[in-house]
């Protein structure tokens, strides 16, 4: 295998304070990786670094593109030429003058809960300008609004924001008005609404907004790229969009790494996308080490990748096969995780 990418797709900057921070567990494979690895910056989220990486470094295109509108690629009955915007349900907490994304608030609809909010956002919203797409991931796609829309200076991931006040990752700029003002109509809409009604009767969390980000552009559609075989391991919209564009296979992501790499080894490249979908806790932070880190270092360093890349927020962390290069660092005492990824 010539490369090997693991994304712990919402492990970002956590807004934890000391006390929390000092219950977290070491991990020890993830430090050998921040110790031994070489550091690369990834501006704008592991989404921006993968899609230069395959897209732009490739000249398949010739400039960035907004994560939905890669996405898109994987969605049929898009329009082509309305600005595109992820729409991932949330759980908002709401106090007496403060709100918060829940703790474990991105909220995964399944494929029927999907289709009956955009067959419904159909019916409420007809005439706004927008329409509402199921895709069967975490992400919708929200289709619509005017020209200006592209002019949006930022939108965050909402992982970036879970457990915190998540106003400031709202969008953000001259012309946000109009996504800020749908937003909150689709939070009355989505207040009593028959698919949360029926969450809340199963112990569920409800979706009651959706997070407008990540988009302002239409679809991107460029040439298929004959490569290298790769495959991804992954349950996640936007790699399903990147696969169309690098002619890469999807599959199912298990819940672990198989025995002894199976499936791996024959690709060129492996891409692996895991989320967490909740602040870090002892439970899933230990589980995404055994079940993924550590098996990954040890492809790497059983000499079945060539090199192997960590992206985490906005580090990219590439360990690469050469045998004395860097080899005084196996001897740094590692420095607990989170003080490189959650700081």
Request: charged residues 20%.
């Amino acid at each position: 295998m010539t490369r090997l990418i693991l994304v712990l797709r919402d492990l970002y900057p956590a807004r934890l304070d000391g006390a929390a921070l000092a219950t977290l567990p070491r991990l020890p494979a993830l430090e050998q990786w921040l110790v031994r690895g070489d550091v690369l910056p990834a501006t704008g989220g592991w989404r921006t670094w993968l899609w230069r990486e395959f897209a732009l470094k490739s000249a398949l295109v010739d400039e960035p593109a907004a994560p939905a509108a890669v996405a898109a690629a994987a969605v049929p009955k898009l329009p082509l030429d309305k600005p595109l915007w992820f729409a991932t349900p949330v759980h908002f907490v709401a106090g007496l003058d403060t709100v918060r994304l829940h703790p474990a608030g991105l909220v995964e609809l399944d494929a029927a809960e999907q289709q009956q909010l955009a067959t419904d956002f159909a019916r409420v919203f007809a005439g706004s300008g927008f329409a509402l797409h199921a895709t069967g991931r975490r992400e919708l796609l929200l289709a619509g609004g005017g020209p200006v829309a592209g002019a949006i200076a930022r939108s965050d991931d909402p992982a970036m924001w879970l457990g915190a006040d998540p106003r400031s990752g709202f969008p953000a700029g001259a012309h946000a008005a109009e996504l800020r003002r749908l937003g909150a109509e689709v939070e009355m809409w989505l207040h009593e609404h028959p698919v949360n009604r029926a969450r809340a009767a199963r112990g569920q969390l409800a979706a009651n907004a959706l997070w407008l980000w990540g988009g302002g552009a239409p679809a991107v559609i460029g040439a298929v790229r004959a490569a290298p075989a790769a495959v991804a391991w992954a349950d996640d919209l936007f790699v399903d969009g990147l696969a169309q564009h690098r002619a890469a296979e999807v599959k199912p992501r298990p819940e672990r790494w198989p025995d002894a790499g199976a499936g791996a080894a024959a690709e060129d490249e492996l891409l692996i996308v895991c989320g967490l979908g909740a602040t870090p806790d002892t439970d899933s932070l230990q589980a995404l080490e055994r079940h993924w880190v550590a098996p990954a270092l040890a492809q790497w360093q059983g000499g079945r990748a060539d090199s192997a890349i960590l992206l985490a927020g906005e580090r990219a962390l590439v360990l690469k096969d050469a045998r004395w290069r860097g080899w005084w660092r196996r001897w740094r005492r590692p420095r607990p995780w989170w003080e490189s990824l959650l700081q």
